[in-house]
């Protein structure tokens, strides 16, 4: 493979990631912190050492740099994968003002890849934004692609390019053992993550409709259910609101994506309720209770939505309960002379808790369509 000069613009998981991937390939890679005025160069022995950007962050390793301009206006492939924590109306304005400082500095013959989700026809609107900002011909003298990263674990199976360019080298680069990626045009890319998505939540909203009316919880029959926790239900929130802000008038796609994103309201609503219900039936008084959202959040994803979730949940619980903390896990910190409500949020956070010996006399609410309560003494 031709050695070419790649940067990523984000330290993010994602962004990080793709970075490490491709220098252990033996790509020329370059990393931005967008905090930093510096580019980092990632080499292979770095990559293979700091497997994830927590470990590599933890131990912040020196490594050669160089000014983001001039890694930029060297670099044949710029993959996009900023950290977004915006949201409404200003996540736009955030997108756009990271989207151009990432892309001025590039030069003809290099090539963009576009690694947040858009809606159905957003990547023209970063096309045009890309010609107004750098002056060039998009598709001619500059290229575009489209490959939003969502779960690391399954990358997308296609990239997006115009006129289904494709870029045997990009190929070689984003392809892994399992699988190599094809070029499919834009409009193809969009419509797959799309269905990928719409399919996601309109399954989940099901479970978590139908659920309301489970009343055995403890039969195994609902084995399946009781893994899907608040994280889960969670991922993928941000594209699925950026997609239906592309649905123009009353039609069954706006209606999907706007049913799926209530029936994540009505959820969070009945944890609330269940939290109040388990005060009641415990005859513990507000004052005298202290609730604990466990709830491991990776602070370095590209998308803030979950941090905007584990937020919204704690003020609105804040003016019913004054104790209310955030926490990881470490089931130690909990302790109080006030009755302690621990709510998992996520399968890691629940074997965290359960697995502490040094927790006892807990009330824990697991953040699950059934909303399973245990006690813990």
């Not at 719409?198 to 039969?219: G, H, M, P, R, Y």
């Not at 996520?346 to 697991?366: A, C, G, P």
Request: with cysteine; aromatic share 8%.
């Amino acid at each position: 493979m031709k050695k070419e000069k790649i940067v990523v613009y984000g330290l993010t998981t994602e962004g990080y990631f793709l970075a490490s991937q491709m220098a252990m390939k033996g790509a020329d890679v370059y990393i931005i912190d967008e905090s930093s005025p510096s580019a980092v160069l990632l080499k292979a022995e770095t990559a293979k050492t700091y497997p994830n950007l927590t470990a590599f962050q933890e131990d912040e390793p020196l490594l050669s740099v160089e000014p983001i301009d001039v890694a930029i206006s060297n670099a044949k492939y710029l993959f996009f994968a900023p950290r977004i924590r915006k949201t409404g109306q200003d996540l736009r304005t955030e997108i756009t003002s990271k989207y151009k400082d990432a892309t001025k500095a590039l030069k003809k013959g290099s090539s963009i890849i576009y690694c947040l989700p858009t809606g159905l026809g957003g990547n023209q609107e970063n096309i045009a934004l890309l010609t107004h900002v750098t002056g060039l011909d998009v598709g001619k003298t500059i290229s575009y692609f489209y490959f939003p990263l969502n779960d690391l674990d399954e990358t997308p199976e296609v990239i997006g390019s115009l006129d289904n360019q494709d870029d045997k080298i990009l190929s070689s680069l984003l392809s892994t053992e399992k699988k190599e990626k094809k070029f499919v045009s834009i409009t193809s890319a969009e419509c797959i993550y799309g269905i990928n998505i719409i399919q996601k939540f309109t399954n989940l909203s099901a479970i978590l409709e139908i659920c309301k009316f489970v009343k055995d919880t403890e039969s195994t029959t609902f084995n399946n259910f009781k893994t899907i926790y608040l994280d889960d239900i969670i991922k993928g929130l941000y594209d699925l609101r950026l997609l239906g802000s592309s649905f123009e008038g009353a039609n069954t796609l706006l209606y999907l994506t706007n049913a799926s994103i209530k029936a994540i309201a009505g959820y969070i609503k009945r944890l609330i309720d269940t939290i109040r219900t388990t005060l009641k039936k415990n005859e513990l008084k507000a004052s005298r209770t202290k609730i604990v959202l466990s709830w491991t959040l990776d602070k370095n994803e590209m998308r803030g939505d979950k941090i905007e979730i584990l937020n919204s949940i704690t003020a609105k619980l804040r003016d019913y309960i004054g104790d209310v903390d955030t926490s990881e896990g470490l089931v130690n910190s909990f302790h109080s002379d006030k009755k302690t409500i621990i709510i998992s949020c996520s399968m890691n956070d629940y074997t965290k808790i359960v697995s502490d010996k040094k927790s006892e006399d807990l009330i824990i609410i697991k953040a699950n369509p059934l909303f399973e309560i245990e006690h813990k003494k």
